[in-house]
């Protein structure tokens, strides 16, 4: 039986294990973090420059208290590094009847369960009108037959920074880094002992921590075939001819949902990247990819179909050819919801993926509950509801 070298060693050191990492080195515990990059990097989910974060999750009430949890921890973090990691700007989510009976991000209604979240768990919104957000957002062409919920603390994640952050953080605690390393196998040796082997050497542990985003269904037998599926995704910042109209202070984050199919919706951003373009994304989950073998050229017929359907005549002033452009990795299971479960091969390997598309907001909570769950202490957010077979409402 190999002696374990670390009380824990966290594979993927993207938005989760990034987090995970610094809550471990934070408590105290030794740890090694291990990833095939160099993190952040452009690679996996946990890039673009901009994630959309908001309190009032219409994926479900129970991940209201990991996104309230996630905006204590921000302001944690800012205050540790010194970053800009949230900034609030407000959050638009425009939808109507139809679109709304449509399935997304796992199931319809997705309008009326935000607001009906946001009334429960007392988050400050409003709900608007087609004329009210024309008033208050000129750069919204919304239709008479839609509306919006307009939410105060919603708002911009800058996730590179963020991981960079907790990384920092967790260096500075005491954790190990191995970058530029891949994990190949575990080899588990009973309770509490598992050897991690890499394209590299091994390090021991008593428990291990898999999150490895889209790498993880393939690594070892990390989740059973047909758990989850593996898309790319594409973003966009389209050039604007009236940018005043774009400003963090003028614009929020937005949701629209606009047609009567899962695919029919577009999100988008302020101009607060430091890019000269307003940043618009659409999701897809038709076409599978391998990690190793993405696209990640996105094609000028890609922005542009991605314009016609999505942008044109809801977007003021923004032209079709993208000034930046780039490719992301979703995660995704059936219900869109995250995964938490024991590795096959050993209770003391803990597999965290699938955030399906919506995950970096509550990467921090999350996080910071796993470190707790793996080290025996009580985690401020319980993650029963995304445990192996529970259901989340």
Do not use: N
């Not at 050191?13 to 973090?33: D, E, F, K, M, Q």
């Not at 160099?38 to 209201?64: F, I, K, M, N």
């Not at 509306?147 to 920074?161: I, N, R, W």
């Amino acid at each position: 039986m190999s002696a374990p070298r670390a009380d824990v060693v966290v594979v993927g050191l993207g938005a989760v294990g990034s987090a995970v990492c610094h809550h471990l080195a934070r408590s105290g515990a030794r740890v090694v973090g291990i990833d095939r990059f160099v993190p952040p990097h452009e690679h996996g989910s946990s890039h673009g420059l901009s994630r959309v974060t908001r309190l009032a999750v219409g994926e479900g009430q129970a991940y209201v208290p990991l996104a309230m949890r996630s905006h204590e921890l921000w302001r944690e973090l800012e205050a540790q590094s010194g970053e800009s990691i949230y900034q609030p700007t407000g959050g638009l989510i425009v939808s109507s009847d139809a679109a709304d009976a449509t399935a997304f991000h796992g199931s319809g209604g997705f309008f009326a369960r935000t607001v009906a979240i946001a009334q429960r768990c007392g988050i400050a919104h409003e709900l608007l009108d087609a004329a009210g957000i024309r008033e208050r957002f000129p750069a919204f062409l919304v239709a008479d037959h839609e509306f919006g919920y307009l939410e105060p603390s919603a708002g911009v994640l800058f996730p590179e920074k963020a991981v960079a952050a907790q990384l920092a953080q967790a260096r500075r605690h005491g954790a190990t880094l191995r970058l530029q390393e891949k994990v190949l196998r575990f080899v588990a040796h009973g309770e509490g002992s598992v050897d991690v082997i890499t394209d590299q050497g091994s390090v021991g542990a008593a428990r291990v921590v898999v999150a490895a985003g889209a790498w993880t269904p393939g690594l070892d037998g990390s989740l059973p075939a047909g758990t989850v599926r593996v898309q790319r995704q594409v973003l966009h910042w389209f050039p604007t001819t009236a940018p005043q109209l774009y400003r963090p202070d003028a614009c929020p984050v937005f949701i629209w949902m606009h047609g009567p199919g899962a695919e029919d919706a577009l999100y988008g951003f302020p101009m607060i990247d430091g890019i000269d373009g307003v940043k618009v994304g659409a999701e897809q989950y038709a076409i599978e990819t391998d990690p190793d073998a993405v696209e990640r050229r996105v094609t000028p017929e890609e922005t542009r179909a991605t314009f016609a359907t999505h942008v044109e005549g809801r977007l003021r002033g923004l032209a079709a050819e993208a000034v930046r452009s780039a490719t992301c990795l979703y995660t995704t299971t059936v219900d869109a919801a995250f995964t938490i479960r024991p590795h096959p091969k050993s209770a003391a390997i803990t597999v965290v993926s699938a955030c399906s598309g919506h995950g970096f907001k509550h990467s921090a909570a999350l996080g910071e509950a796993l470190a707790a769950e793996v080290t025996g202490a009580t985690p401020k957010v319980s993650l029963a509801p995304w445990s192996a077979g529970q259901a989340v409402v």
